[in-house]
């Protein structure tokens, strides 16, 4: 499986990246939301994790923009935030999340979802 992971801070990347690919699925990670679309524009993903906050566009907007693409309707995605409120949860899933991640990041936790978005 390949997954896209976007979030604003660098060690989350890292460690995401690390955790999957060990798993031995492929990773490529973006920092915001914009090069996110530029790069599933270019390359085509099965697994998106995403970040809610970030800078310019949230991770809530990159969800709205790639759910408003037909050809994109087959990607899973899951947020992986810090944002743990209901008020949030419940707009991601409105949005059509397949799960919600809150940071901090558990690594038993994280595969055991990661490979239930595979097994989707």
């Known amino acids: ?24 699925h492929e ?23 995403t970040d809610a906050t970030m800078p310019a566009h949230s991770g809530f907007d990159l969800i709205r923009t790639l759910r408003k693409r037909a050809e994109l309707s087959y990607l899973s995605i899951a947020m992986l935030t810090g944002r743990s409120e209901k008020s949030d949860i419940e707009q991601a899933m409105e949005l059509g999340v397949q799960d919600y991640i809150v940071k901090p990041i558990e690594p038993e936790l994280f595969l055991e979802k990661v490979e239930r978005l595979v097994e989707r």
């Open 1 to 24: 499986m390949k997954f896209l992971i976007v979030d604003d801070d660098p060690s989350i990347l890292k460690i995401t990246e690390k955790l999957i690919g060990m798993n031995g």
């Open 27 to 49: 990773v490529v990670c973006c920092e915001n939301a914009l090069d996110a679309i530029q790069t599933i524009s270019d390359l085509s993903f099965d697994i998106l994790i």
